[in-house]
T-cell receptor
Framework: EDQVTQSPEALRLQEGESSSLNCSYT??????LFWYRQDPGKGPEFLFTLYSAGEEKEKERLKATLTKKESFLHITAPKPEDSATYLC????????????FGTGTRLTIIP | NAGVTQTPKFQVLKTGQSMTLQCAQD?????MSWYRQDPGMGLRLIHY???????DQGEVPNGYNVSRSTTEDFPLRLLSAAPSQTSVYFCASSKGLAGELFFGEGSRLTVL
């Protein structure tokens, strides 16, 4: 069964303190890995798609990378507005009609 | 553009009642889906649709029905509400398939 595991569950950082979030997956033939951001009381917001090992995507202070077994979301010099829950997801069937989500990492940036 | 619009935002039901959560999108997306989000369990797919007239089950379909008569609308029906259906429900759509989803703001349902 395809699984997605995110770590840590929660992370508290001082403003400006860089770190990384992890998303490990077990799928038979990866057909994309997706990162989302979710603010409290809101729906998830799409951030990145990664398709192949070695691929990297960047957006402001966020950079997502992908290996054959896991993906990292690197946060460089974070600001309080980066506080959110970050979710990763992978397609769980060959038709790409279904996504399996991880349970997320709740990131808090302390001013 | 409004994006994905869900109504109602909050609803309280009694066990056994039925109701429909509405979802509409104005982006002409073919793919639409419903998820529920529960603490510690993440987002779980209930039902999805790849176009008008086509629906299929996700991971947790029991107790829910869907239909897709138009490209814009994808309502989720609870046939006989149970306390286990207390959750936050999200509707999502995408131009292609399931990866790059646009989510609605969510509907918080409490079943007493």
């Amino acid at each position: 069964e395809d699984q997605v595991t995110q770590s840590p569950e929660a992370l508290r950082l001082q403003e400006g303190e860089s770190s990384s979030l992890n998303c490990s997956y077990t799928v038979s033939g990866l057909r994309g890995l997706f990162w989302y951001r979710q603010d409290p009381g809101k729906g998830p917001e799409f951030l990145f798609t990664l398709y192949s090992a070695g691929e990297e995507k960047e957006k402001e202070r966020l950079k997502a990378t992908l290996t054959k077994k896991e993906s990292f979301l690197h946060i460089t010099a974070p600001k309080p507005e980066d506080s959110a829950t970050y979710l990763c997801a992978v397609p769980s069937n060959f038709g790409n009609e279904k996504l399996t989500f991880g349970t997320g990492t709740r990131l808090t940036i302390i001013p | 553009n409004a994006g994905v619009t869900q109504t109602p935002k909050f609803q309280v039901l009694k066990t056994g009642q039925s109701m429909t959560l509405q979802c509409a999108q104005d982006m002409n997306h073919e793919y639409m889906s419903w998820y529920r989000q529960d603490p510690g369990m993440g987002l779980r797919l209930i039902h999805y649709s790849v176009g008008a007239g086509i629906t299929d089950q996700g991971e947790v379909p029991n107790g829910y029905n869907v239909s897709r008569s138009t490209t814009e609308d994808f309502p989720l029906r609870l046939l006989s509400a149970a306390p286990s259906q207390t959750s936050v429900y999200f509707c999502a759509s995408s131009k292609g398939l399931a990866g790059e989803l646009f989510f609605g703001e969510g509907s918080r349902l409490t079943v007493l």
